[in-house]
């Protein structure tokens, strides 16, 4: 079975300051999907950003971008120039055999 | 944005009844899922559809049962609802593309 972790419950950031996200996977699968993804507290899911696994280029969004290791099974999330928007909770999540498993989830707060 | 709509968005319940939450989509994806979400556990996936008529339990499909059929609806029903059952339900498709689109969530609570 797939396991996802986010080892971090919460972290702060100050407004335009650049902030990590960590997540790590455990699968044996080979060709699979890594997202991340914005819950607000209106709780409404949102799509951040995604990543096949076989493209070796990491995915970038605007401010957002991840740094896929496959090797090392790691898929961080990096947001650059913090907006007071982008306090929320943020998932990893991964998927294989369209069945997604999701991380419990990081708190992020940004300080104005 | 994958034309969600889940229905009801907030519903309280008695302990021991029947309740439905309905899923539609206007996209035409052949996959459908739901989830809960408690706190501590992020979101777990409950059943989910892979075309009319053609549905598989997730991790936490106990008290739960699922139909789909028509493409667009997905029916997520709690036999008989316990405390337990307390949770916000989100309801997902997936897109050709391999993507994931959640709906905005129906609040459940059993009392």
Redesign the interface.
Known sequence: AQTVTQSQPEMSVQEAETVTLSCTYDTSENNY?L?W?KQPPS???I?VI?Q?AYKQQNATENRFSVNFQKAAKSFSLKISDSQLGDTAMY?C?F?SN????????ITLSVRP | DAGITQSPRHKVTETGTPVTLRCHQTENHRYMYWYRQDPGHGLRLIHYSYGVKDTDKGEVSDGYSVSRSKTEDFLLTLESATSSQTSVYFCATQTPGNTIYFGEGSWLTVV
Request: hydrophobic share 40%; charged share 25%.
């Open positions: 999907y997202f993804y709780r409404q899911m799509l995604r096949e998932f999540a998927m369209s069945k997604l498993t999701f991380g419990k989830g």
